[in-house]
């Protein structure tokens, strides 16, 4: 079965600081696809990145930048010089490609973010 | 501005007073998903719409019931609402199911 974990449950930095969220994944398909979604305490979710079991390229975008190392089973995020806007919590997610299964995406349990002005 | 719409933000019901969620798109996408998110935890799928192809996902409750009338609309529900279904329901669109999801801001479910 697919598995996410997010193994920081709370973070708390001050503002400027740089900050990395964990996330490992578990799954038996060779194709498949990671995303990091971010809930403010508006609560609605909002999409950050897509990223294919293909494509092992890092990304970044201005502040934010994504390591996917297959080896670990991982693909953290990055928050560089954070900032108060930032706190949030930040779900990583696993969606199987083909969806005629069952956990066809499945979120970790999210890492609360808090950054200290 | 593109969107997905949800309708209440908040509805509170009775202990087995059937409810109904809804949540609209202008985005034209093909996918429409309902989720269950209780508080501190992570999104939970229960069920989505391709097109007017529904898909249930296995653990989801009975009690639990969707609609899609056509490609903008799609409504959640909940038959005999218990205390355990109070929760947030986010509904999110995408134009396929590996893609991104662009979700509404949820409605928050109250059951007395």
């Known amino acids: 079965a697919q598995k996410v974990t997010q193994a920081q449950t709370e973070i708390s930095v001050v503002e400027k600081e740089d900050v990395t969220l964990d996330c490992v994944y578990e799954?038996?398909?060779?194709?498949?696809?990671l995303f990091w979604y971010k809930q403010p305490p508006s609560g609605e979710l909002v999409f950050l990145i897509r990223?294919?079991?293909?494509?092992?390229q890092n990304e970044i975008s201005g502040r934010y930048s994504w390591n996917f190392q297959k080896s670990t089973s991982s693909f953290n995020f990055t928050i560089t010089a954070s900032q108060v806007v930032d706190s949030a919590v930040y779900f990583c997610a696993l969606s199987e490609a083909l969806w005629n299964r069952d956990d066809k995406i499945i979120f970790g349990k999210g890492t609360r973010l808090h950054i200290l002005p | 501005d593109a969107m997905v719409i949800q309708n209440p933000r908040y509805q509170v019901t009775q202990f087995g007073k059937p409810v109904t969620l809804s949540c609209s798109q202008t985005?034209?996408?093909?996918?429409m998903y309902w989720y269950q998110q209780k508080s501190s935890q992570a999104p939970k799928l229960l069920f989505h719409?391709?097109?007017?192809?529904?898909?249930n996902e296995a653990d989801t409750p009975d009690n639990f019931q969707s609609r899609r009338p056509n490609t903008s609309f799609c409504f959640l529900d909940i038959r005999s609402p218990g205390l355990g279904d109070a929760a947030m329901y986010l509904c999110a669109t995408s134009t396929d199911r590996v893609n991104e999801q662009f979700f509404g801001p949820g409605t928050r479910l109250t059951v007395l």
């Open positions: 985005l034209n996408h093909n996918v």
């Open positions: 799954t038996r398909d060779t194709t498949y696809y």
């Open positions: 990223r294919n079991s293909f494509d092992e």
């Open positions: 719409y391709y097109d007017k192809d529904f898909n």
